[in-house]
């Protein structure tokens, strides 16, 4: 599948700009086949990005990765604080 744009994102280690191919959120199927019937289900893709290098600080496409994911996890203590809010008691929950 080819990517949709090319899109200029923050470097999460020195702040610069670094070009990155970006998937928007889709839908995809899955067509399983047997003798008898075949099936197509449906399921949901989240938004994806390829990095490069980053040419001002030098880290890797892998580091970029790992640290975009890390950033995008919300802290427990903000998890609960939202729980709360929404009126939930998160010490009931299992």
């Given at each position: 599948?080819?990517?949709?744009?090319?899109?200029?994102?923050?470097?999460?280690?020195?702040?610069?700009?670094?070009?990155?191919?970006?998937?928007?959120?889709?839908?995809?199927?899955?067509?399983?086949?047997?003798?008898?019937?075949?099936?197509?289900?449906?399921?949901?893709?989240?938004?994806?990005?390829?990095?490069?290098?980053?040419?001002?600080?030098?880290?890797?496409?892998?580091?970029?990765?790992?640290?975009?994911?890390?950033?995008?996890?919300?802290?427990?203590?903000?998890v609960?604080?939202?729980?709360?809010?929404?009126?939930?008691?998160?010490?009931?929950?299992?």
């Open positions: 599948m080819d990517p949709i744009a090319d899109k200029e994102v923050e470097c999460p280690f020195c702040g610069g700009k670094i070009k990155a191919k970006y998937w928007p959120p889709s839908v995809e199927t899955h067509t399983s086949r047997c003798a008898a019937k075949s099936h197509t289900g449906w399921h949901r893709v989240p938004e994806r990005y390829f990095f490069v290098s980053c040419p001002h600080c030098g880290k890797s496409r892998k580091d970029i990765e790992k640290k975009w994911k890390e950033g995008k996890e919300p802290s427990r203590e903000d609960i604080k939202r729980m709360r809010e929404a009126g939930l008691d998160p010490t009931k929950l299992k």
